[in-house]
């Protein structure tokens, strides 16, 4: 059975996303380098509230209130509003900003990647 491991991913997207920082600043200067970090950062947050969840949900953790349902509802606006903030603010890139958003993703690929074993 293949498990994923919240600290590796969370470990990951770290590594990830101090790269695609250091990648960005150095083609394409402070600001895109800004809101990739930005976008890594709320990656970061919503992959480790997917994983409290999905604990909640399975009898692992505290059952959901009413407060953890309506921040799963808002998330997307919230995110939104966190991106139309970071691009108007900082002026930076929408791009750097989305692949920022990716850098959770990328790290829970890496993680499968890293526990796939083949049959045998």
Same mark, same amino acid.
């Given at each position: ?15 990830? $996303? %101090?790269?695609? *920082? #250091? ?6 200067? @402070?600001?895109? !380098? =800004? ?29 959901? $209130? %009413?407060?953890? *349902? #309506? ?6 606006? @919230?995110?939104? !509003? =966190? ?30 990647? %890293? ?6």
């Amino acid at each position: 059975m293949l498990e994923l491991s919240l600290p590796r991913i969370v470990r990951n997207a770290m590594i990830l $996303g %101090a790269i695609g *920082a #250091v990648v960005t600043f150095a083609g394409w200067g @402070l600001r895109p !380098a =800004a809101g990739f970090l930005v976008g890594a950062a709320i990656s970061l947050v919503s992959i480790h509230s997917w994983f409290r969840f999905s604990e909640m949900i399975s009898g692992q953790g505290a059952r959901p $209130g %009413a407060l953890t *349902a #309506v921040l799963l509802v808002l998330r997307y606006a @919230l995110i939104a !509003a =966190a991106a139309y903030v970071t691009i108007k603010v900082l002026g930076s890139s929408p791009v750097a900003m989305m692949l920022g958003l990716l850098v959770a993703f990328a790290a829970v690929l890496l993680d499968l990647v %890293a526990g796939f074993k083949s049959p045998k």
